[in-house]
């Protein structure tokens, strides 16, 4: 099972280029595009690769500052939400870095910020180092739509990763409109997993549909009995009607079967949460797959009415790209 240098890795990346995250203004970033930072993919270093400003980087990069000041970008998130933990990134810049960097967010339900606007402290000012990752984790339950990312007093950042729980508004979800309970986009999360070997568990909740093998959740060969498993926390309690599991791209390597156990969990924590999943009912007795398709199941699942947690169990290994649990909400 991969290891997760930090445990809000969990949460979904708020900063996500995917999602729509862009930089809507910036002091200077003369070097490189400051929405390079939003990118899924680990930052990459060009040995020898030029353009008209000096070296191409694969991040935000400032000017040297040769006045008072300091340089800093305004993001608009592609979903709001409350931020969990924060990863500043400065992988390949090692004499060009900040020496240190802070964040500010605010929530502001129509439009952008204005001159107006007042930002709260989600990270004071930490140190940096360069080639390095900077975990830090935050401790709020307020929702932001923006953040500004502060860097003293110039340099460059590979990625800014920015871990949380999307916002959404559930009283204007209507009784009998049906939606995607697990989404990360509704706040749904990957909590635990048997094995996540090529692929993170999160990756099953991404909008979307897989855009490759390394787009999905993928175990390693199992050599022993057993089966591999995840379980997800929805992100509101709900009523099932449909589940869909998709292995598109996993061919040689999908599972040859799944089912799926269910229950409605009161208190405890997360970490309680796999040895309790041993006794769920049963959502989805065990049903056949295919590689590289859609699988929808809906007359299959038994009716266990209002529920917040599900464990995907596939047999005995192998990859699937995206689950949908699709359902009203449970008031």
Known sequence: MKAYAAPFEKFVNLADARLGTQAISV??????????????????????????????????????????????????????????GIDIDTSYFTGNYPPSASLEGCFVADGDPTSST????????????????????????????HLRFNIYPDGGVA????????????????????LDLAAALNGGRALACSDEHFGRMGNLLNPGRGVNMGDGWETARRRTPGNDWVIIALGHPGVVEQVIVDTLHFKGNYPDSCSIQAAYVKGGTDSQIETQSLFWRELLPSQKLSMHQEHSFAEQLHALGPITHIRLNVFPDGGVSRLRVLGKLAR
């Open 118 to 145: 007042v930002w709260a402290e989600v990270l004071p000012a930490v140190d940096l180092q360069g080639n390095s990752h900077h975990y830090h984790e935050v401790r709020s339950e307020q929702a932001f739509t």
């Open 27 to 84: 002091t200077d970033d003369w070097f490189a595009d400051v929405n390079r930072m939003f990118q899924p993919t680990p930052a990459v270093w060009k040995e020898g690769v030029f353009d008209d400003n000096g070296k191409w980087m694969d991040g935000w990069e400032s000017r040297r500052k040769r006045f008072e000041g300091y340089d800093h970008a305004v993001i608009r998130l592609g979903v709001p939400g409350t931020i969990k």
């Open 159 to 178: 990625r800014l990763r920015v871990y949380g729980v999307p916002f959404r508004d559930w009283a204007t979800v209507g009784d009998t409109e049906a």
